[in-house]
């Protein structure tokens, strides 16, 4: 029941993204993103984290981290960090990401945009997708904007958009951080009633 | 339908919480997990949010950042931060926490400890503590631990222990902040035919 025979990819976006004032920027990509969401990757079962950043300093400077965590003191220090790092990788734009996760999947992946503003076409709703990564067995990215969100460009390339999320009040401004974490576990988590991984070895 | 009858608070225990070998420390507050919570907080419909820390240094530092984003050059620069940090206050031990939210909802509330750890008492369901929180009209706090996770104490003491967050893999080191997160989504957020706030306005 709670087999997902879909690939799915999660992107971090740096740039295209907005700022406040509605102009596209690139942001500072920072080392507490990516630790956060490879660990809410690596719970949910995705299969590639990319970050996308076109800044030289940037990809250094996660390349640095990774090593760290992944070969260095950090790795002996926690080796949960770096377990959760090893699906991860910086990439430079978002066509890249979807190249990787085509070479990685072996087929082109369903590309899928989150943003929390309005946008001039219809939405996916969560249970939607949720079925199709269930039923499909095809392959998905999913991006997702830091800064003030994906740039216009993205979200009307991507092939599809995701509902925003809502909790009971009329404000959603979550973190990218929390945001990931919530689609993730809407789209991937377990329901009650659906078969746990545990359950085969209780 | 969504309707949610009772209140719900929040706290962010810096102490008494074990560290990656299991002894009782003290964590430091970070900034950052006061940003992503309290907008979570905001989010989800939370009534308070308290930031449990025992050291000066780090209560002075929360409202040094709470000065910043409701009245100083941060309540202009980006008004969103302030609006979720109003409901957030710091105090110095999990009881006072309790406390707090009893003076504030007027009842005591049930405690419930989250922990991804082994614990050796029954645990509450998400869907059970969901139905609750619709239907009982009653005052509820929830315990987040940083660290390594609330110390055995807190987790003794409380009333309920909720399930831990699995995803569909047996990996389960999410960031205190996006267990928050997914925490507040599964028991406060609205699903697939329940009534919107939006709705009315539509």
Known sequence: MSRFFSDVFLALVHYPVTNKRGEVVVTALTTLDLHDISRAAVTYGVRGFYVVTPLDAHKELAARMWRHWTEGYGSTYNPLRGEALRNSRVVDTVADA????????????????????DVSRPRLSYEVLRRQLQESGGAYLLLFGTGWG???????????????IYGPTPYNHLSVRSAVAITLDRLLGLRGGEENFRQGTE
């Open 98 to 117: 979807v190249a990787a996760a085509t070479r990685e999947a072996g087929r082109p992946p369903v590309v899928v945009a989150t943003t929390a503003r």
């Open 150 to 164: 994906l740039a216009e460009e993205i979200l009307l390339k991507a092939d599809q958009v995701l509902d925003p």
